[in-house]
């Protein structure tokens, strides 16, 4: 069905894999359509409760957009601004879709993410590097600027950290991504496929009704009010209490027993 990922989906878990490995895993326009496509296939799954993101090999995670495509485009004399599409430009598309999943996304990094790369793996709720895989922005090493991505990088590493990133384009640890707030957890290689499937066990295990409105609640009260965002939450809890999975959780909880959730 794709040229270029793989999906694949069992025990309520989605696997979505970059699968251009040649390219490290580079992003093409196509790459990013098939992306999309998978991302929505996964959220109109009621089997899929968890996605996880990760790279084919373990040289890249990715490697962010494939220059040689950029370059061919210039050379067109083509640029998203010039045909004013850039609301309909693969690159908007891909890094907005994140917080309207509707499900939990875990980014397994088994290979570097550098550039846009570090961005996709930002844009996910939770990121589990090897710890020997290695993060940057290395665009301003030929005259860019990582300006898609600092959007997403932004919101999760403070202004000092992000502009060393910027400005020096030289690569940090995994160890370092965690400690800026880049990355959820860093283990070694041998424990990697280990951890992210515990990890979206786990998470795959609780309400899917409550994951899927709690992370809604999560972007939707970014950048209120404050008066605004307890509103709008005390208005979601009200509205969970009242569901099948929480009366379900509240009554296993009672009864000693794991809750048998249902998504309703």
Partial sequence: MY??????????????????????????DRMIDELLDAFGRAGADDGVRVIVLT??????FCAGADLGGLGRAQADGRSVADAGAIRASAPFRLFTAFPKLGKPIIARLA????????????????????DDVKLGTPEVNVGLWPMMIMAIINRN????????????????????????????EVVPRAELDARVDELARTIASKSPLGLRR???????????????????????????AATEDAKEGITAFLENRPPDFQGR
Avoid: W
């Fill in 3 to 28: 040229e270029t990922i793989l999906y694949e989906a069992a025990e309520r878990v989605a696997r979505i894999t970059l699968n251009r490995p040649d390219a490290r895993n580079a992003l093409s």
């Fill in 55 to 60: 790279g084919a090999g373990d040289r890249a």
């Fill in 111 to 130: 290979g570097h993410a550098v550039a846009g790369g570090l961005g996709l793996a930002a844009a996910c709720d939770l990121v589990v590097a090897a």
């Fill in 157 to 184: 590493v403070a202004p000092k950290h992000a502009f060393k990133l910027y400005y020096t384009g030289q690569r940090i640890t995994a160890a370092e991504g965690r400690d800026i707030g880049l990355v959820t």
């Fill in 214 to 240: 709690g992370r809604d609640a999560f972007f939707a009260i970014e950048g209120r009010p404050l008066e605004d965002q307890v509103e709008h939450l005390l208005s979601e809890l009200v509205a969970l």
